[in-house]
């Protein structure tokens, strides 16, 4: 039976608790179930479940939804766990069986995908009838949950899922451990009750449990006896001062966060105003071990630290120095909650803004917009502070070193360039062999009192530093001279003739494709280079083969087009591929893309 809680709100004791909120003779359902609720609801007057609003993932929550999808009902889901839901079947497929590591609960994911009408948005405010309910993503139980936050009735409820299932006590310590022997949700649930503690709620709804009355007494207990089980695991001893003081002084106007995966920077106007120096999983309580979306969480945590304590009114620009996740993950949140402005280097805008084109590590799952694109090697101003970009390659092609003055300091955002003298290059992140050679002279030209950086604690330049990177730059190109063979065919350091862009595609039937191929001739004299495109059957690439004739060691780009055949069947990830021959010598198949044909 439908137990009331209030005049317009009802809780169903299923495999999961299903709160009933009521308007007139309609109903939003947070959570679902096995779908039983939807035989009672006639007994309050309600005709029709406008939606079903989900707290999480897990198979008690919804393992019925297939009921309400079939009933015309429309479902959300977390953005962060829309996969688990839409693509479902695609997670069985894939999942890892044997020599797994991971302990995230993704096993107790929806047998069958669940098509949703919508992702809920964290900190976006949604209504139903007269009521508005904030989404609060509340990490612990899974990466992704969310609280959903609102007055019903007079009181301010929070439907927590399984954040909480009682005053010190939780529903699954199991859930918690996202890695091997991990203590990574734990932490998240002790931030995530506190945060919650802070927006005042008088109810909390669990999804297993009672009602609880007194959230800040509940709050209390529960972190405590979080705590005490982190300190005897020893895992994240730091939480709770890292929550009380989130960012440190690098200047008096240059904050570090000293919480999050990739350290971010603050830069501090006179005005109140604030700049970051990139954004990507702030208060970080510990990586789960699979990188999929659902196991990664940007939130806006310290934020709120940034205002109280230092006095900032905006977050105005948010500048990255790279394109990788841990770096970018929370920008597009800043842009949607705090109105932040993207400013983007210019040579590396378009990854953040169409990352399908790109086969490179460590891209963010969404299309980031940006605002203005920044010249490389032009002043640029904001607010009282003048600053310069520099193309950074290394640690990626796609990345940039930012020298300003701060309190009369020199100062340089590297990103991951180094971490101290060490040299931080990933092949797949688009590498060359002279690049840290190259960065060691811009470092040494800029001569920075100061180098900030992503993984390490800033660096004061002490005297020597500037040789040591002259030397390690040179050290490493030798080694690469040396092992690869560059007098037969020189690759470069990624050791590929081509690359292909778009990576990711998505087409129906019937359609065309335009694709550019960056190739590069291999030798140090003129060649005349064939790519040939490789395409499933029935496909045709017009041209068939390009031609063109290349410079010594020359790189550039040619088009070709694919054009799709009507009857071609739907399919995922279907493999193109690109077979280079340099002046009548084969070097196979050495760019790839991936297209997915869709009937829409």
């Given at each position: 039976m439908l137990q009331p809680i209030s005049d317009h709100l009802y809780r169903y004791e299923d495999t999961c608790n299903v709160y009933v909120v009521r308007h007139g003779e309609e109903a939003l359902l947070i959570d679902f179930g096995s779908g039983d609720v939807l035989d009672l609801l006639g007994g309050i007057g309600v005709k029709r479940a406008a939606a079903v609003w989900m707290t999480h993932f897990h198979r008690d929550q919804g393992q019925g939804l297939r009921r309400a999808v079939e009933a015309g009902i429309s479902v959300f889901a977390p953005q962060a766990e829309q996969e688990l839901f839409e693509s479902a079947d695609e997670h069985w497929q894939s999942l890892q069986l044997y020599n797994n590591y991971s302990g995230r609960q993704d096993r107790f994911a929806p047998l069958g995908s669940v098509p949703l009408a919508g992702t809920l948005k964290d900190y976006e405010r949604r209504t139903f009838g007269p009521w508005t309910l904030t989404v609060v993503p509340t990490p612990g139980h899974t990466p992704g949950s969310v609280t959903f936050l609102g007055e019903i009735d007079g009181k301010r409820q929070a439907f927590t899922g399984d954040l909480i299932a009682a005053p010190g006590k939780l529903w699954s310590l199991a859930a918690t451990q996202w890695t091997y022997n991990g203590g990574e949700g734990l932490a998240a649930t002790a931030a995530s009750l506190l945060d919650l503690k802070d927006?005042?709620?008088?109810?909390?709804?669990?999804?297993h449990g009672r009602p609880i009355g007194d959230p800040s007494r509940a709050v209390d207990v529960t972190v405590e006896r979080i705590r005490e089980l982190l300190a005897f695991r020893g895992h994240n001893p730091r939480l709770l001062s890292l929550r009380a003081q989130p960012y440190e002084h690098v200047t008096e106007h240059l904050l570090r966060s000293r919480a999050s995966f990739a350290d971010y920077y603050v830069l501090l106007s006179r005005s109140g105003k604030a700049?970051?120096?990139?954004?990507?999983?702030?208060?970080?309580?510990?990586?789960?071990?699979?990188?999929?979306?659902?196991?990664?969480?940007?939130?806006l945590y310290s934020i709120p630290a940034l205002k109280r304590d230092y006095g900032v009114t905006a977050i105005e620009v948010v500048l990255p120095t790279h394109y990788h996740d841990d770096h970018v993950a929370g920008i597009n949140l800043l842009r949607e909650v705090e109105g932040t402005a993207v400013w983007v280097p210019e040579h590396f805008a378009d990854v953040l803004e169409r990352p399908h084109r790109y086969d490179l590590q460590c891209l963010w799952f969404d299309p980031i917009p940006v605002d203005r694109r920044l010249p490389i090697g032009e002043p640029i101003r904001w607010e009282e502070y003048e600053m310069t970009l520099y193309e950074l390659p290394g640690h990626t092609k796609y990345a940039a070193a930012i020298a300003l003055e701060v309190d009369g300091k020199r100062v340089l955002v590297a990103g991951d360039q180094y971490q101290g003298t060490r040299t931080n290059y990933v092949y797949r992140n688009r590498f060359a062999m002279t690049d840290y050679s190259a960065s060691a002279k811009r470092f040494r030209e800029l001569a920075p009192d100061v180098i900030v950086t992503g993984h390490a604690e800033p660096l004061w330049v002490y005297p020597g530093y500037f040789d040591e990177l002259d030397e390690r730059g040179a050290e490493l190109e030798r080694l690469h001279r040396e092992l690869l063979p560059l007098e037969e065919a020189d690759l470069g350091a990624e050791g590929f003739a081509a690359r292909l862009e778009p990576y990711q595609s998505t087409v129906s039937p019937g359609e065309t494709i335009a694709f550019e191929a960056e190739a590069i001739n291999p030798f140090s004299r003129t060649a005349e280079l064939e790519l040939t495109p490789v395409l499933p059957d029935g496909w045709r690439a017009e041209p068939p083969v390009v031609r063109e004739t290349f410079g010594p060691n020359e790189t550039r780009r040619a088009s070709f087009i694919v054009r799709i055949p009507p009857e071609a069947e739907p399919v995922r990830r279907a493999r193109i591929a690109l077979d280079v021959t340099a002046d009548g010598k084969r070097f196979g198949q050495h760019a790839e893309a991936v297209m997915t044909v869709r009937r829409l």
């Open positions: 927006r005042q709620p008088d109810v909390l709804l669990p999804s700049l970051l120096f990139d954004f990507g999983y702030d208060f970080m309580t510990g990586m789960a071990t699979e990188t999929v979306r659902a196991a990664r969480r940007p939130w």
